[in-house]
């Protein structure tokens, strides 16, 4: 089975900065598009950010300019560094990863899996 786990969330002021990690672990790995989601309390859970394999990006808008989205395939770790962090970023962040297996050479997403969340607190 293919476990995630986030870390490098905390507390900061407004303005301030975090990166949040996300390290997959697991046999025989073959991870598709990853992402990053969040659920602020009381709201639904949105997308963050998304990543391919090949590392285009796609983010929300609320994010643009202020998040950068990353990933290393040798590592299997997914990255996200968060800048000019505003309250409204509060939320519990999860990493998200499609899972694929190598068939005659062709990837093909068959799962997915997430992470167990990581509280991020932005204070005014």
């Known amino acids: 089975q293919v476990q995630l786990v986030e870390s490098g969330g905390g507390l900061v002021q407004a303005g301030g900065s975090l990166r949040l990690s996300c390290a997959a672990s697991?046999?025989?790995?073959?991870?598709?598009?990853m992402g990053w989601y969040r659920q602020a309390p009381g709201k639904e859970r949105e997308l963050v950010a998304t990543?391919?394999?090949?590392?285009?990006?796609n983010y929300v808008d609320s994010v643009k300019g202020r998040f950068t989205i990353s990933r290393d395939n040798a590592k299997n770790m997914l990255y996200l560094q968060m800048n000019s962090l505003k309250p409204e970023d509060t939320a519990v962040y999860s990493c998200?990863?499609?899972?694929?297996?190598?068939?005659?050479?062709?990837?093909?997403?068959?799962?997915?899996?997430w992470g167990q969340g990581t509280l991020v607190t932005v204070s005014p």
């Open positions: 990543i391919t394999r090949d590392s285009t990006t």
């Open positions: 697991g046999d025989t790995i073959c991870l598709s598009t």
């Open positions: 998200k990863a499609d899972l694929c297996r190598i068939v005659q050479g062709m990837r093909y997403v068959y799962d997915e899996v």
